[in-house]
């Protein structure tokens, strides 16, 4: 089986080239707003389809979720840096992975365009080959596990939405902290009452802790029954970081720390994390596969998460999430957060778990992408 690493391009039609790259906005109103960290908060999915079309007429396209107090990248800036990548990429062999990645590469951060870029040109290239992604990027894991982002609301909200999500097949929640911890402890109490140990709890702290107070918080987490953490501490705090994680009070997930393959490098070494949160929205399947080898080789364990996805890339974060490197829950569901999607079928859950194969032929619904095209 081939890999993004080794794209299977000894079946490559020779003089297939890129021609055009563009982004194409469009907005999902959310069944209720996700609220995360500090002050965050969201009422619909923002996005931009990403698409790459070849010389041979072949179009490759994913979705770039722009977070702008995360990346500092808006669906207007995406457009425009797409466009200014086109201009690199224009002629460039869709086999020739190096150069490429070299033309991807030759801006600095805008993490949700280029992460998408590289996975539509994964989706290009294996069209052009007359196969799929499913064909070059299924792993070994079929089914895979699935988490739900549950957000900071008013606790009885909060419950609610968890009980919606579980009778959709979710056994798995995301509770995001922060705001106030003894509210906080109170809805994961409630939580872990209702459920008892049917349904996995994890905290995601959106670096809202503080150095002083961060041990104590993670103990009473602990025994509310929570089994690891996300980024509980601002991410320039290396030292506070690397001291806590040292302590081993909660198994912590590594997420806004490990932005990029530079980042993972940094925090192993000064051993900030137990898990490694990989995301396809900002890390495309070039590097989130290479992430997730290497953290493993470090011992690690790997998860794949969520930029809040549509469909569409939910369908590529679970062929990540198909990796033999991933062994947690992975971030699968919020497409239940949404009104409505761009796919033409439904992307479904069954006790806890997702079947992979079984979105083979999940495509954008075409007259859905003109209706909420920005």
């Known amino acids: 089986m081939t890999g993004p690493d080794t794209p299977g391009t000894d079946f490559m039609p020779t003089g297939v080239t890129v021609q055009r790259v563009e982004g194409w906005p469009f907005r999902l109103p959310l069944r209720s707003a996700l609220a995360w960290g500090a002050h965050s908060a969201m009422t619909a999915a923002e996005h931009v389809l990403v698409r790459v079309t070849l010389s041979d007429g072949t179009v490759g396209i994913a979705e770039a979720p722009p977070r702008p107090t995360i990346y500092g990248e808006t669906p207007a800036s995406v457009v425009a840096i797409l466009a200014h990548l086109e201009g690199s990429l224009r002629g460039v062999d869709i086999a020739d992975t190096a150069a ?51 957000g900071i609301a008013p606790p009885a909200d909060m419950l609610a939405e968890a009980r919606e999500v579980v009778a959709a097949g979710v056994r798995c929640l995301k509770v995001k902290v922060g705001r106030n911890h003894v509210k906080d402890l109170a809805v994961i109490r409630d939580l872990r009452a209702e459920y008892g140990d049917a349904v996995q709890l994890y905290a995601d702290s959106n670096e809202t802790l503080t150095a002083d107070r961060a041990p104590d918080i993670l103990a009473a987490m602990k025994d509310a029954g929570l089994t690891y953490v996300e980024e509980p501490l601002p991410v320039r705090d290396l030292r506070a970081r690397a001291e806590l994680h040292a302590q081993g009070v909660l198994p912590i997930v590594a997420d806004d720390s490990c932005f990029t393959p530079a980042d993972l490098e940094r925090e192993l070494d000064f051993g900030t994390f137990d898990i490694l949160n990989v995301k396809t929205a900002r890390n495309g399947f070039t590097d989130g596969l290479g992430m997730l080898r290497r953290a493993s080789a470090q011992g690690r364990r790997g998860m794949v998460g969520s930029q809040a996805s549509s469909g569409l890339g939910t369908l590529h974060a679970a062929l990540l999430s198909t990796q033999g490197e991933v062994t947690e829950p992975c971030e699968l569901s919020f497409v239940l957060k949404l009104r409505e999607d761009l796919l033409s079928a439904p992307v479904t859950f069954n006790d806890g778990w997702l079947d992979v194969p079984a979105l083979r032929d999940h495509a954008l619904d075409p007259e859905r992408v003109a209706r909420y095209r920005v």
């Open 100 to 150: 490429l990645n070299r033309g991807r590469n030759s801006v600095a951060n805008n993490h949700t365009a280029r992460g998408a870029l590289d996975m539509a040109l994964h989706d290009a290239r294996a069209r052009a080959q007359g196969t799929s992604l499913f064909d070059t990027l299924l792993g070994p894991n079929l089914r895979v596990r699935v988490s739900f982002i549950l």
